[in-house]
Nanobody, 115 residues
């Protein structure tokens, strides 16, 4: 059983910053890719950022230059640093970890960007 615990969400003003974290624990065979998704009200869940075990990253066009994904392999933790936040970034953010032959999801954390 692999557990993902997310933290770092909250309410922030436009232009502000937040850092999300997602820590994986349990019997982990191998973590290949860690990803952040988000889902805004009335919209489909979308991929925000991804990072491989080798450190390669990719980002959705909407967050390029503003968000940074990173990982601490020793802690099995992935982070999402979010800068210059916009109201359009408001969503529930979920981490997803591919470990072994299985994908695991975090519980989600709410990010609200509002004046």
């Amino acid at each position: 059983q692999v557990q993902l615990v997310e933290s770092g969400g909250g309410l922030v003003q436009p232009g502000g910053s937040l850092r999300l974290s997602c820590a994986a624990s349990g019997s982990i065979f191998s973590i290949h890719v860690m990803r952040w998704y988000r889902q805004a009200p009335g919209k489909q869940r979308e991929l925000v950022a991804a990072i491989t075990s080798g450190g390669s990253t990719n980002y959705a066009d909407s967050v390029k230059g503003r968000f940074t994904i990173s990982r601490d392999n020793a802690k099995n933790t992935v982070y999402l640093q979010m800068n210059s936040l916009k109201p359009e970034d408001t969503a529930v953010y979920y981490c997803k970890v591919n470990a072994g032959m299985t994908a695991y999801w975090g519980q989600g954390t709410q990010v609200t960007v509002s004046s």
